[in-house]
């Protein structure tokens, strides 16, 4: 039958396929049932055979004239477009932010006046140096991009998870990432800073050290991408409909509150599972548990950024949420996870120059570099100009410009006129002086120089104030973070460097990484003009574990079971789970499942191997004695409650699970709860981690 007849005649692939006359050896696919559709070319013709290439004969040479074979292989062979630059490692959701409390009268931005509008958002979370292959949990920055499709144009805030950057000025951009990514001879690692070229930079650049204080703390490993704080970093301007400007931060702040891993945990989710943050945003929104952030700001004006200790206008320096408290605006919820991946969350383009009306940029030298670099890459990266008309790029409102042509034209632009001024037509569009996006008219004098403004020079102070401002178990975290890393570092001398600007921070925090790093001999302090200060409050606000909040919503409970597990207890916590929102996944030896005491199937949601404890926020063990002891002799089980004991999880266990726990080192403290009911370690759980574990289980140095 000729192709086009078979296209009229037939509505589906089925009907297709049965009235096709199969290839010998060739079967009927079977297919999910249902009615489906006809599969075209990408010029729209009908496919009669998917299966088979056009050959000479039935054992002979391709034939070049096979259109559908050579169009599929080409559309393949380019299914890559560069990956960024930085950030390759990113996954996105929709949504939407609402204004709660309108900011009339500071900024003329719609977005920001209309309380209650919903505006549609795409969110972009990432990574920054590891490739787009790389794992989820690597130790990094998180991106935080938030793109807003408001009624008077695309407004980005281009964040990350840290409110402060390694830089003060963009000049320094690239050699930061080249430091930080792949050593270019040897084309690893990836995915890390614990490398030699990253110190090195990193002990020759004390503007860094405050960020270096950061990213070796647990901001940099989260939980999840569902409890990360977000910041736009950068002080931006708000103006009114007076031209008035009010300098502002942005922060979003995460309803369920922030959360970490911890480091060795970290290191074997990247095995256990790469796309653990993914999987985790994937399956919340999947499930109806959509994540929420709240907008706050941070609003002052001139005589605060007078009188504030340090520049406003630079990046490597936040202000304490103590000293100027946020006011909460709106929140975002994201609802929807994308249709596919690549055209949304790949090839959505951020910009730092995508702003509305009533929001503008200050003379911060690193956002004034990025308002170069963003548009700038995408070109590169999606080919051309015009990918603004992609529609996860397309704005939410009219263009019209006089911009024409250039690779993948989607819009057919009518009429003569492509120029302005002009007069044969009258529709063509007009600049608007009253609506239109309008500078803040800073003013501007003095020499043009290459000079960092003198206002820019402490580099420790906020270094030793976060450092200060963590709670106990995460400054330990950070110290260890640091000999990690540094021991990592095959160069010695670059080792000492780091330890040599650390005691610009603080004598005792250098001492203590000297110490883990096995460091002999006194540490040389690298000279510096501006010591850190030592006065500065300490800002409760920047800890996570002094501001966590407590509860199991969402989190994961691993349930270990094996033929002879008790299925009433099974069902009793899970039960009791459900009630506070916590869900229960059941790791067995077998994913077919396990056969309970009472004859029932218990159901796996993943085999031992497979279900790593590291993938769970706290672990029951329910097991009967036979279970026990036959899992004792289970490496994969014997690591699975070792592991979650080492690392800080509330462990539940039944009386009869003991041999396994033995056999695992766990050693009862308040964390393990054997023999009780699922409430009581439900309870313990919502209060997090065991952090007073920890000395019992790794060295603090
Ligand atoms: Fe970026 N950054 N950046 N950056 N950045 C990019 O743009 C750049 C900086 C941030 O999910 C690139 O589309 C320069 C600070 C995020 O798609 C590129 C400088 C902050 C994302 C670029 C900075 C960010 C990017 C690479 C120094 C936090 C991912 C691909 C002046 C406030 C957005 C791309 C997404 C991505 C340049 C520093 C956040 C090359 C030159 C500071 C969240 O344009």
């Not at 290439?53 to 560069?82: C, M, W, Y």
């Amino acid at each position: 039958m000729a192709n086009e007849t078979m296209a009229k005649e037939t509505s589906g692939v089925n009907a297709t396929l049965e009235s096709h006359e199969l290839g010998k050896g060739q079967e009927l696919h079977q297919t999910a049932g249902g009615s489906h559709p006809q599969m075209t070319n990408q010029r729209g013709t009908v496919v009669s055979d998917d299966e088979n290439s056009l050959k000479a004969n039935e054992r002979g040479p391709d034939l070049l004239e096979d259109f559908f074979n050579v169009e599929k292989t080409q559309h393949f062979d380019h299914e890559r477009i560069p990956e960024r630059v930085v950030h390759a490692r990113g996954y996105g959701a929709r949504g939407h932010f609402e204004l709660t409390d309108s900011l009339a009268g500071i900024s003329k931005a719609g977005v920001l006046n209309r309380v209650g509008e919903k505006t549609p958002v795409f969110v972009r979370f990432s990574t920054v140096a590891g490739n787009m292959g790389s794992a989820d949990t690597a130790r990094d920055v998180r991106g935080f991009a938030v793109k807003m499709y408001t009624p008077e144009g695309n407004w980005d805030i281009v964040g990350n998870n840290i409110p402060v950057f390694f830089i003060q000025d963009a000049i320094k951009f690239t050699d930061l990432i080249h430091a930080a990514k792949q050593e270019p001879d040897r084309g690893f690692p990836q995915a890390q800073t614990a490398h030699d070229t990253f110190w090195d930079w990193a002990s020759l650049t004390p503007e860094s050290t405050h960020m270096l204080m950061w990213i070796m703390s647990d901001r940099a490993i989260p939980r999840s991408f569902r409890m990360i704080q977000g910041f736009g970093v950068h002080t931006f301007r708000l103006v009114n409909e007076e031209g008035k400007s009010t300098y502002v931060k942005f922060h979003w702040r995460p309803k369920l509150g922030m959360a970490s891993v911890v480091w060795d945990e970290a290191l074997k989710i990247s095995g256990a599972d790469p796309d653990f943050h993914r999987r985790d945003l994937w399956n919340a929104i999947d499930e109806g548990n959509f994540p929420e952030w709240e907008l706050g700001v941070q609003l002052f004006d001139e005589a605060f950024a007078e009188k504030f200790e340090f520049d406003v206008l630079d990046a490597t320096k936040l202000i304490p949420e103590e000293v100027l408290p946020l006011r909460i605006v709106g929140k975002m919820v994201l609802n929807k996870n994308v249709d596919n991946y690549f055209a949304e969350t790949e090839q959505v383009a951020f910009a730092t120059t995508d702003v509305v009306p009533g929001i503008d940029f200050t003379n911060d030298p690193l956002l004034q570099g990025r308002n170069l670099s963003y548009i700038d890459t995408q070109i590169t990266r999606l080919g051309g100009p015009n990918y603004e008309q992609i529609p996860v790029n397309a704005p939410r409102c009219p263009v019209m410009n006089m911009q024409r042509d250039g690779h993948m034209t989607m819009r057919p632009q009518k009429g003569r006129v492509s120029y302005s001024p002009s007069s044969l037509e009258s529709d063509t569009p007009r600049q608007d002086p009253i609506h239109g996006f309008t500078s803040f008219p800073a003013k501007e004098n003095g020499d043009k120089l290459r000079v960092r403004a003198e206002s820019f020079a402490d580099h420790y102070s906020q270094a030793l104030l976060f450092f200060k401002s963590q709670a106990e178990p995460e400054q330990n975290h950070i110290i260890s973070a640091f000999i990690f890393e540094l021991s990592k570092v095959e160069t010695k001398s670059v080792r000492e460097r780091m330890v040599g600007q650390l005691a610009n921070v603080d004598a005792t925090i250098a001492q203590r990484v000297a110490k883990g790093l096995g460091m002999k001999g006194e540490i040389k302090r690298i000279p510096t003009k501006v010591p850190a200060r030592t006065d500065l409050p300490v800002s409760d606000k920047l800890s996570i574990l002094k501001t966590m909040k407590p509860g199991v919503a969402t989190k994961q409970i691993g349930v270990l079971v094996a033929d002879g597990t008790d299925a009433a207890q099974v069902l009793a916590l899970e039960s009791a789970a459900a009630k506070m929102g916590a869900q229960v996944k059941i790791v067995a030896p077998k994913v077919g499942g396990a056969q309970a005491a009472d004859g029932s199937m218990l159901e796996a949601d993943f085999q031992l191997a497979g279900g790593s404890s590291v993938l769970f926020d706290m672990v029951f063990i329910a097991l009967s004695e036979m279970g026990a002891k036959m899992l004792s002799t289970e490496a994969a089980a014997v690591a699975w409650v070792h592991d979650a004991f080492a690392h800080l999880k509330v462990i539940g266990a039944t009386a009869e699970a003991e041999t396994l726990l033995k056999r695992s080192g766990v050693i009862v403290d308040k964390g393990v709860l054997v023999g009780g009911l699922p409430e009581a370690f439900l309870e313990v759980a919502a209060a997090g981690r065991i952090y007073s574990r920890e000395p019992s289980v790794r060295t603090v140095y």
